[in-house]
């Protein structure tokens, strides 16, 4: 997988909503399992939600069940994160990643290829 390049984040309070983009380079995007993370300040980086290269399948962390989405179009090499009912506790950047190794898990070490992460600020 090429080059992934994030944007959509911002600064959104408490309640509100923000739709996250991750575009990708390369011919081969449906391939690709691709999953959401995130950090937060003085933590380490979380699993937030995944989808199949098909986009049947979706995963999602507990703390963001039900608040967050994860999509993809195929067609527009992108995938998206919408996410409602935001949080303070939601504040971090957030990292596209698509899934390289053989083996499908939501361990984070199987995700090889990362973007530069996005920043979303949840202000109370």
């Known amino acids: 997988q090429g080059q992934l390049v994030e944007s959509g984040g911002g600064l959104v309070q408490a309640g509100g909503s923000l739709r996250l983009s991750c575009a990708a380079s390369g011919r ?30 979706t995963y999602y962390g507990d703390s963001v069940k039900g608040r967050f989405t994860i999509s993809r179009d195929n067609a527009k090499n992108t995938v998206y994160l919408q996410m409602n009912s935001l949080k303070p506790e939601d504040t971090a950047v957030y990292y596209c990643a698509a899934h390289t190794q053989v083996g499908f898990s939501l361990n984070q070490a199987g995700f090889g290829s990362w973007g530069q992460g996005t920043q979303v600020t949840v202000s109370s």
């Open 28 to 57: 081969t995007f449906s391939s690709y399992h691709m999953g959401w993370f995130r950090q937060a300040p003085g933590k380490e980086r979380e699993f937030v939600a995944a989808i199949t290269g098909s986009g049947g399948n």
